[in-house]
């Protein structure tokens, strides 16, 4: 180029290469935890604080902050716009009873009690008291201070979290989260994405066995633990590992394939599956339950315990069927659905 050309002097240089640097960077800075898990040895174990955990009811707090001083300060009877949401009010009431076939277009908040009756269309619901829907209802977000029902096919579109019980009908929709301090009791045919309780009950015929896996899907560098058998400390494959019948691992399993537990096995710590994850009837999983893949849960099934709530998580689909119990959270984050099937 001439002298009226474009001129790049030392410090322009060394940006340019700065810029490429950090692109480097960016792009091989998330891989370098999967590199060394790769060449870890048994005793190189990534160390993971159990004892931390995110809010699970980070959505249900934030609605009820909102929602206490409006209650504390207002009339029943007022409205007013809500929470500078566009076209969007507030009602104040004390118990609040609604027959078939309402629908409101105000966010209720009650100082009492909620009952609403089948095909009933709502916004947001806080009760003070308890909360009972009828079936067929349609609600975006509810929170409740007491016990909360919800009728069959009642779709909820955000969240629901409650202080106390929560029971879920059959085929019920429950949106991006459900939470409570008590017990969840899950009817077959719900759906769900994240559900947070001490304990989690999956209600319904308890001799339902989802479809899991058979002996001729085996691979040729499978590690099986045979019926009855006793494997002590962690378990690490490259493939698929099978836990055969009453047989009992005192460790945690990682698996690069899929990972089987049959009838009545028992892993006192973690299951992560790069593959599936099938638990099969009446397993205990005292750890977390890791899939990238699918999680099948046959009934009887139980993960975690009430003093030590546990994590069930899939990349892709969870089916978990009637009779097993989870403690803690259980998410299904990646466009996939938690079905809990049978009767």
Known sequence: MGEDGPQHGGGEIVNEFAIYLACAAGI???????????RMEPDDAIRVDERYIRDPRYLGKTFREAAAPILETSQIG????????????AR?????????????????????????????????VYAVGRLDLG???????IAAGGDVTLGERTTITRSIDVDGSLTIGRGCDLGASASATGTITVHSGSQFRRMYASRILFAGSADTIPETRSSEERSASMIVVGPGERYEGD?????????GQGAVVTGSITAGGNVFV??????HGNLIARGDASL??????LGHVFSNSNVVIASAATIGSVESPKTVESAESLLIAPGATIHGWVICERGGT????GA
Do not use: M, W
């Open 135 to 141: 079936s067929d209802c349609l609600v975006r977000c």
């Open 235 to 243: 378990l690490r494959a490259p493939d698929d590992v099978e836990i």
């Open 262 to 267: 049959a009838a009545d096995g028992t892993v």
């Open 280 to 285: 099969g009837q009446g397993s205990h999983v």
């Open 78 to 89: 007022t409205r007013f716009p809500f929470l500078n949401r566009r076209d969007e009010y």
């Open 28 to 38: 091989l800075l998330p891989t370098i935890p999967g590199l060394l898990q790769l």
């Open 338 to 341: 938690a079905v809990v099937i």
């Open 92 to 124: 104040i009431e004390g118990d609040v009873v609604l027959p078939d076939q309402s629908k409101v277009d105000d966010v209720l908040l009650a100082r009492g009690s909620v009952r609403v009756g089948d095909h009933t269309s709502l916004l947001d």
